[in-house]
């Protein structure tokens, strides 16, 4: 009997599935390595990126970037002495913290995202560029609406 042959019904998982779940795993392991490759980790990576555009709270970000409160500590603690991010007061709550990402920070994640943008172009090939971008869209729709 194999491993999902035990699974119920609703978690049976056939042939393409699998693809995709391996897939998924293999692609997260290149992305992981991109970003390393520009002196940053994936979750450092998606930390930034939340944060690129405006400040947020810790506890929003902990959701969003898909860590725990601790590993979220953690990172920000780590940006924040690379020189990545800022802690910074809510004027409308005086125990308010928001994290900003610094000049440094928004340029560590530019380039992070350009070697992302250049490894998965490398993997899709020019003619299946648009395909991604579709898969992409879609998933990040998907994502969002499972998130609302």
Same mark, same amino acid.
């Given at each position: 009997?194999?491993?999902?042959?035990?699974?119920? =019904? /609703?978690?049976?998982?056939?042939?393409?599935?699998?693809?995709?779940?391996?897939?998924?795993?293999?692609? /997260?392991?290149?992305?992981?390595?991109?970003?390393?490759?520009?002196?940053?980790? #994936? =979750?450092?990576?998606?930390?930034? @990126?939340?944060?690129?555009? !405006?400040?947020?709270? /810790?506890?929003?970000?902990?959701?969003?970037? $898909?860590? @725990?409160? =601790?590993?979220?500590?953690?990172?920000?603690? $780590?940006?924040?002495?690379? $020189?990545?991010?800022?802690?910074?007061?809510?004027?409308?709550?005086?125990?308010?913290?928001?994290?900003?990402?610094?000049? !440094?920070?928004? /340029? @560590?994640?530019?380039?992070?995202?350009?070697? #992302?943008?250049?490894?998965?172009? $490398?993997?899709?090939?020019?003619?299946?560029?648009?395909?991604?971008?579709?898969?992409?869209?879609?998933?990040? @729709?998907?994502?969002?609406?499972?998130?609302?």
């Amino acid at each position: 009997m194999s491993f999902a042959e035990g699974l119920p =019904p /609703a978690t049976q998982i056939n042939d393409d599935m699998r693809l995709g779940i391996r897939l998924l795993a293999k692609l /997260a392991r290149v992305a992981e390595q991109a970003c390393q490759a520009t002196g940053i980790s #994936l =979750p450092q990576y998606r930390l930034l @990126s939340e944060i690129a555009l !405006e400040p947020r709270r /810790a506890g929003v970000l902990a959701a969003r970037v $898909g860590v @725990s409160r =601790p590993t979220l500590t953690s990172l920000v603690d $780590g940006l924040e002495h690379a $020189g990545l991010l800022e802690r910074v007061p809510v004027a409308a709550d005086r125990r308010g913290i928001e994290l900003r990402a610094t000049e !440094e920070g928004l /340029a @560590s994640a530019a380039r992070a995202e350009a070697a #992302l943008a250049e490894r998965i172009a $490398g993997l899709a090939g020019r003619i299946h560029t648009a395909d991604v971008t579709g898969l992409a869209r879609h998933m990040t @729709s998907v994502l969002a609406h499972e998130a609302a």
